[in-house]
Protein backbone atom coordinates (compact mmCIF):
# COMPACT_ATOMS: atom_id res chain seq x y z
CA UNK A 1 0.00 0.00 0.00
CA UNK A 2 1.38 3.35 -0.70
CA UNK A 3 2.19 5.63 2.31
CA UNK A 4 2.27 9.27 2.27
CA UNK A 5 5.17 10.40 3.57
CA UNK A 6 4.97 13.33 6.02
CA UNK A 7 6.64 15.39 7.93
CA UNK A 8 4.98 16.78 11.48
CA UNK A 9 5.63 19.66 12.95
CA UNK A 10 3.79 20.00 16.34
CA UNK A 11 3.55 21.63 19.91
CA UNK A 12 2.65 18.31 22.54
CA UNK A 13 0.79 18.98 24.08
CA UNK A 14 -2.31 16.77 24.34
CA UNK A 15 -4.42 17.47 21.33
CA UNK A 16 -1.00 17.02 18.98
CA UNK A 17 0.20 13.75 21.60
CA UNK A 18 -3.35 12.46 20.20
CA UNK A 19 -2.92 13.22 16.21
CA UNK A 20 0.86 11.84 16.63
CA UNK A 21 -1.10 7.76 18.01
CA UNK A 22 -3.10 8.47 15.11
CA UNK A 23 -0.02 9.21 12.52
CA UNK A 24 2.13 6.47 14.36
CA UNK A 25 -0.35 4.15 13.98
CA UNK A 26 -1.34 4.30 10.12
CA UNK A 27 -0.44 2.16 7.35
CA UNK A 28 -1.07 5.35 5.18
CA UNK A 29 1.55 7.62 6.56
CA UNK A 30 5.27 7.12 6.61
CA UNK A 31 6.66 9.71 9.16
CA UNK A 32 10.29 10.98 8.06
CA UNK A 33 10.36 13.19 10.74
CA UNK A 34 8.96 14.94 13.85
CA UNK A 35 10.06 18.66 14.15
CA UNK A 36 9.24 21.02 17.51
CA UNK A 37 7.86 24.05 17.85
CA UNK A 38 7.49 26.21 20.80
CA UNK A 39 3.58 27.15 21.29
CA UNK A 40 1.98 25.33 24.10
CA UNK A 41 5.22 25.00 26.14
CA UNK A 42 8.32 26.16 25.71
CA UNK A 43 11.14 24.43 22.84
CA UNK A 44 12.52 22.42 25.66
CA UNK A 45 9.29 21.32 27.12
CA UNK A 46 8.05 20.30 23.74
CA UNK A 47 10.84 18.03 22.43
CA UNK A 48 11.19 16.20 26.10
CA UNK A 49 7.30 15.40 25.90
CA UNK A 50 8.21 14.29 21.71
CA UNK A 51 10.50 11.99 22.63
CA UNK A 52 8.56 10.53 25.79
CA UNK A 53 5.90 10.04 23.97
CA UNK A 54 8.19 8.31 21.16
CA UNK A 55 9.41 6.01 23.70
CA UNK A 56 6.15 5.18 25.32
CA UNK A 57 4.76 4.26 21.81
CA UNK A 58 8.08 2.12 21.47
CA UNK A 59 9.67 3.85 18.67
CA UNK A 60 12.81 3.96 19.46
CA UNK A 61 13.65 2.38 16.78
CA UNK A 62 11.23 3.95 13.95
CA UNK A 63 13.70 5.32 11.87
CA UNK A 64 11.88 8.90 12.56
CA UNK A 65 13.84 12.24 12.66
CA UNK A 66 13.75 14.86 15.56
CA UNK A 67 14.04 18.02 14.37
CA UNK A 68 14.11 20.75 17.16
CA UNK A 69 12.55 23.74 16.39
CA UNK A 70 12.85 27.28 17.12
CA UNK A 71 12.50 29.00 20.77
CA UNK A 72 10.27 31.96 19.95
CA UNK A 73 8.57 33.47 16.89
CA UNK A 74 9.95 34.90 13.97
CA UNK A 75 8.80 38.94 15.80
CA UNK A 76 6.54 37.96 18.72
CA UNK A 77 7.77 36.99 22.40
CA UNK A 78 6.50 33.37 23.07
CA UNK A 79 3.07 33.04 24.80
CA UNK A 80 2.94 29.49 26.17
CA UNK A 81 -0.99 27.37 26.80
CA UNK A 82 0.11 25.86 30.49
CA UNK A 83 -2.99 27.36 31.60
CA UNK A 84 -4.44 24.76 28.86
CA UNK A 85 -1.99 21.82 28.74
CA UNK A 86 -0.18 22.43 32.15
CA UNK A 87 3.31 22.87 33.28
CA UNK A 88 4.82 20.18 31.43
CA UNK A 89 2.58 20.92 28.21
CA UNK A 90 1.36 17.30 28.84
CA UNK A 91 -0.27 16.85 32.06
CA UNK A 92 -2.76 14.63 33.20
CA UNK A 93 -0.48 11.30 32.85
CA UNK A 94 2.59 9.84 33.89
CA UNK A 95 4.57 9.41 30.80
CA UNK A 96 8.31 7.87 31.84
CA UNK A 97 11.22 9.32 30.42
CA UNK A 98 12.54 8.11 27.58
CA UNK A 99 16.34 7.18 28.71
CA UNK A 100 17.07 4.51 26.29
CA UNK A 101 16.43 6.20 22.79
CA UNK A 102 19.08 7.25 20.42
CA UNK A 103 17.49 9.80 18.65
CA UNK A 104 19.92 12.55 16.51
CA UNK A 105 18.36 15.68 17.34
CA UNK A 106 19.05 17.80 14.83
CA UNK A 107 17.49 21.69 13.55
CA UNK A 108 13.90 21.34 12.39
CA UNK A 109 15.53 23.52 9.66
CA UNK A 110 18.27 20.44 8.93
CA UNK A 111 15.84 17.97 9.15
CA UNK A 112 13.27 19.58 6.91
CA UNK A 113 15.66 20.13 4.28
CA UNK A 114 17.49 17.00 3.87
CA UNK A 115 14.17 15.23 3.67
CA UNK A 116 12.66 17.64 1.37
CA UNK A 117 15.91 17.09 -0.54
CA UNK A 118 16.80 13.94 -0.84
CA UNK A 119 13.05 12.31 -1.51
CA UNK A 120 11.90 11.21 -4.86
CA UNK A 121 8.30 12.21 -4.04
CA UNK A 122 6.64 15.02 -2.45
CA UNK A 123 6.56 15.44 1.14
CA UNK A 124 3.55 16.77 3.08
CA UNK A 125 3.61 18.58 5.75
CA UNK A 126 1.41 18.17 9.23
CA UNK A 127 1.35 21.18 11.34
CA UNK A 128 -0.35 21.32 14.51
CA UNK A 129 1.47 24.53 16.30
CA UNK A 130 2.40 27.59 15.94
CA UNK A 131 4.18 27.82 12.20
CA UNK A 132 7.56 29.16 12.95
CA UNK A 133 9.67 26.42 11.54
CA UNK A 134 7.64 25.81 8.82
CA UNK A 135 7.59 29.29 7.52
CA UNK A 136 11.65 29.62 8.07
CA UNK A 137 12.08 26.63 6.19
CA UNK A 138 9.85 27.99 3.00
CA UNK A 139 12.01 31.60 4.22
CA UNK A 140 15.60 29.60 3.61
CA UNK A 141 14.88 27.39 0.81
CA UNK A 142 12.22 28.47 -1.45
CA UNK A 143 13.58 26.24 -4.19
CA UNK A 144 12.69 23.34 -2.43
CA UNK A 145 8.41 24.34 -2.02
CA UNK A 146 7.91 22.34 -5.19
CA UNK A 147 8.60 19.28 -3.08
CA UNK A 148 5.91 19.62 -0.91
CA UNK A 149 2.57 18.43 -2.02
CA UNK A 150 0.41 20.34 0.71
CA UNK A 151 0.29 21.71 4.26
CA UNK A 152 -2.53 20.04 6.22
CA UNK A 153 -2.59 22.48 9.17
CA UNK A 154 -4.15 23.29 12.60
CA UNK A 155 -5.17 27.02 13.06
CA UNK A 156 -6.66 29.74 12.41
CA UNK A 157 -10.60 30.02 11.85
CA UNK A 158 -13.09 31.65 9.45
CA UNK A 159 -15.04 32.52 12.28
CA UNK A 160 -14.33 33.58 16.06
CA UNK A 161 -11.04 32.72 18.08
CA UNK A 162 -9.82 30.90 21.57
CA UNK A 163 -7.21 32.78 22.68
CA UNK A 164 -8.95 36.14 21.26
CA UNK A 165 -12.17 37.11 19.81
CA UNK A 166 -10.51 36.58 16.38
CA UNK A 167 -7.45 34.94 16.72
CA UNK A 168 -7.01 30.95 17.08
CA UNK A 169 -3.67 30.23 19.43
CA UNK A 170 -1.16 28.57 16.60
CA UNK A 171 -1.72 31.67 14.35
CA UNK A 172 -1.72 34.09 17.02
CA UNK A 173 1.56 33.14 18.73
CA UNK A 174 3.30 33.64 15.70
CA UNK A 175 1.09 35.50 12.53
CA UNK A 176 4.15 36.31 10.80
CA UNK A 177 5.20 33.08 10.40
CA UNK A 178 1.42 32.10 9.75
CA UNK A 179 1.41 34.86 6.58
CA UNK A 180 4.54 33.33 5.33
CA UNK A 181 2.54 29.98 4.90
CA UNK A 182 -0.11 31.31 3.73
CA UNK A 183 1.05 32.99 1.27
CA UNK A 184 3.77 30.41 0.39
CA UNK A 185 1.56 29.21 -2.63
CA UNK A 186 1.91 25.99 -0.97
CA UNK A 187 -1.28 24.28 -0.94
CA UNK A 188 -3.23 23.92 2.52
CA UNK A 189 -5.45 22.22 4.26
CA UNK A 190 -6.74 24.43 7.21
CA UNK A 191 -8.47 23.12 10.15
CA UNK A 192 -9.96 25.82 11.76
CA UNK A 193 -11.93 25.95 14.75
CA UNK A 194 -15.16 26.17 12.23
CA UNK A 195 -14.38 22.20 12.30
CA UNK A 196 -12.32 21.61 15.20
CA UNK A 197 -14.49 23.07 17.99
CA UNK A 198 -17.27 20.69 16.49
CA UNK A 199 -14.64 17.29 16.19
CA UNK A 200 -15.57 16.84 20.40
CA UNK A 201 -15.21 13.98 22.29
CA UNK A 202 -17.86 13.61 25.18
CA UNK A 203 -16.32 12.44 28.88
CA UNK A 204 -18.62 8.89 28.37
CA UNK A 205 -16.04 8.68 25.09
CA UNK A 206 -13.28 9.80 26.68
CA UNK A 207 -13.60 6.96 29.69
CA UNK A 208 -14.66 4.21 27.37
CA UNK A 209 -10.81 5.04 25.90
CA UNK A 210 -9.61 3.14 28.93
CA UNK A 211 -11.35 -0.26 27.20
CA UNK A 212 -8.87 0.29 24.49
CA UNK A 213 -5.01 -1.20 26.29
CA UNK A 214 -2.06 1.09 27.33
CA UNK A 215 -2.66 2.99 25.16
CA UNK A 216 -6.16 3.91 24.87
CA UNK A 217 -5.79 4.47 28.92
CA UNK A 218 -3.20 7.08 27.61
CA UNK A 219 -5.28 9.09 25.65
CA UNK A 220 -7.91 8.82 28.26
CA UNK A 221 -6.05 10.76 30.66
CA UNK A 222 -4.91 12.94 28.35
CA UNK A 223 -8.83 14.06 27.89
CA UNK A 224 -9.57 14.02 30.95
CA UNK A 225 -6.83 16.81 31.77
CA UNK A 226 -7.54 18.64 28.67
CA UNK A 227 -11.36 18.44 29.40
CA UNK A 228 -11.07 20.04 32.44
CA UNK A 229 -8.76 22.67 31.26
CA UNK A 230 -11.42 23.45 27.82
CA UNK A 231 -13.36 26.61 28.06
CA UNK A 232 -16.87 26.67 26.03
CA UNK A 233 -16.37 28.83 23.49
CA UNK A 234 -18.22 31.05 21.50
CA UNK A 235 -20.65 28.73 19.78
CA UNK A 236 -21.12 26.63 22.74
CA UNK A 237 -24.21 26.12 24.02
CA UNK A 238 -25.81 26.09 27.44
CA UNK A 239 -27.93 23.30 27.72
CA UNK A 240 -25.32 20.72 25.81
CA UNK A 241 -22.08 19.27 27.03
CA UNK A 242 -19.31 20.42 25.75
CA UNK A 243 -16.66 18.05 25.19
CA UNK A 244 -12.81 18.00 24.45
CA UNK A 245 -11.93 19.67 21.72
CA UNK A 246 -10.08 17.23 19.04
CA UNK A 247 -8.53 20.05 17.39
CA UNK A 248 -4.84 18.37 16.03
CA UNK A 249 -6.46 14.90 15.37
CA UNK A 250 -8.69 16.68 12.28
CA UNK A 251 -5.43 17.22 10.72
CA UNK A 252 -4.24 13.86 10.72
CA UNK A 253 -7.17 12.59 9.82
CA UNK A 254 -7.87 14.22 7.06
CA UNK A 255 -5.31 12.94 5.57
CA UNK A 256 -6.40 8.94 6.58
CA UNK A 257 -9.76 9.68 5.41
CA UNK A 258 -10.78 13.38 3.80
CA UNK A 259 -14.31 11.72 3.22
CA UNK A 260 -15.29 12.24 7.22
CA UNK A 261 -14.93 16.19 6.13
CA UNK A 262 -16.70 19.13 4.39
CA UNK A 263 -14.86 22.46 3.10
CA UNK A 264 -14.96 24.90 0.60
CA UNK A 265 -11.89 25.89 -1.74
CA UNK A 266 -10.55 29.82 -0.55
CA UNK A 267 -8.48 32.71 -0.36
CA UNK A 268 -6.71 32.61 3.09
CA UNK A 269 -4.10 35.04 4.80
CA UNK A 270 -3.18 36.85 7.82
CA UNK A 271 -3.68 39.86 9.40
CA UNK A 272 -0.25 40.29 11.41
CA UNK A 273 -1.06 44.18 12.39
CA UNK A 274 -1.10 44.96 15.84
CA UNK A 275 -4.53 45.44 17.55
CA UNK A 276 -7.78 43.26 18.28
CA UNK A 277 -7.07 41.24 14.85
CA UNK A 278 -3.86 40.53 15.10
CA UNK A 279 -3.37 36.88 14.27
CA UNK A 280 -6.67 36.74 12.60
CA UNK A 281 -7.03 34.37 9.67
CA UNK A 282 -8.99 36.42 6.70
CA UNK A 283 -10.74 33.23 5.26
CA UNK A 284 -12.67 34.88 2.34
CA UNK A 285 -15.87 33.33 2.59
CA UNK A 286 -17.85 35.29 0.04
CA UNK A 287 -15.31 35.21 -2.79
CA UNK A 288 -14.86 38.50 -2.79
CA UNK A 289 -11.07 38.71 -2.73
CA UNK A 290 -9.78 38.40 -6.31
CA UNK A 291 -6.61 35.95 -5.18
CA UNK A 292 -5.68 32.30 -5.93
CA UNK A 293 -7.77 30.45 -3.54
CA UNK A 294 -4.69 28.99 -1.92
CA UNK A 295 -6.38 26.49 1.22
CA UNK A 296 -9.11 23.98 1.19
CA UNK A 297 -10.67 25.06 4.73
CA UNK A 298 -12.88 22.38 6.85
CA UNK A 299 -16.21 23.58 8.09
CA UNK A 300 -17.35 20.39 9.38
CA UNK A 301 -16.96 16.37 9.89
CA UNK A 302 -18.30 12.80 10.81
CA UNK A 303 -17.52 13.14 14.25
CA UNK A 304 -18.00 9.66 15.21
CA UNK A 305 -15.75 8.45 12.73
CA UNK A 306 -13.01 10.61 14.18
CA UNK A 307 -13.78 8.88 17.19
CA UNK A 308 -12.97 5.17 15.92
CA UNK A 309 -10.14 6.36 14.27
CA UNK A 310 -8.82 7.62 17.44
CA UNK A 311 -10.06 3.81 19.32
CA UNK A 312 -8.17 1.99 16.11
CA UNK A 313 -5.20 4.20 16.63
CA UNK A 314 -4.87 2.91 20.30
CA UNK A 315 -5.84 -0.54 19.85
CA UNK A 316 -3.19 -1.01 17.07
CA UNK A 317 -0.27 0.90 18.79
CA UNK A 318 -1.16 -1.10 21.92
O1 LIG B 1 -6.06 26.34 19.12
C1 LIG B 1 -5.77 24.97 19.24
C2 LIG B 1 -4.33 24.70 18.96
O2 LIG B 1 -3.54 25.34 19.96
C3 LIG B 1 -3.97 23.21 19.05
O3 LIG B 1 -2.93 22.94 18.14
C4 LIG B 1 -3.49 23.04 20.45
O4 LIG B 1 -2.53 21.98 20.57
C5 LIG B 1 -2.81 24.36 20.70
O5 LIG B 1 -1.51 24.27 20.16
CA1 LIG C 1 -0.92 21.86 18.88
Redesign the pocket.
Known amino acids: MYKIPIIFDC?P????AIALIMALSSDKLDIKAITTTA??QTQEKILRNTVNILGFLNKNDSGIMIGKGLDKPLIKDLII?DNVHGESGLDGPVLPENKTHNFIINSSLNVMKNILENSKEKITIVA??PLTNVAVFLTVYPELKNKIEKISL??GACFGG?ITSNS???IFVDPEAAKIVFDSGVPIVMSG?DV?LKAQVYEKEIIEFKNYGRVGTFVSELLEFFHKTTTPHFLAKEDEEEGAHL??PCAVAYLLDESIFTGKQLYVTVDKNDGYSNGQTVVDYGSNIDKNKNAYVLFDLKREALIEMIKDACIKLN
Do not use: R
Not at 13 to 16: A, F, I, K, T, Y
Open positions: DGHDDGNATGMGNEFNLTHD
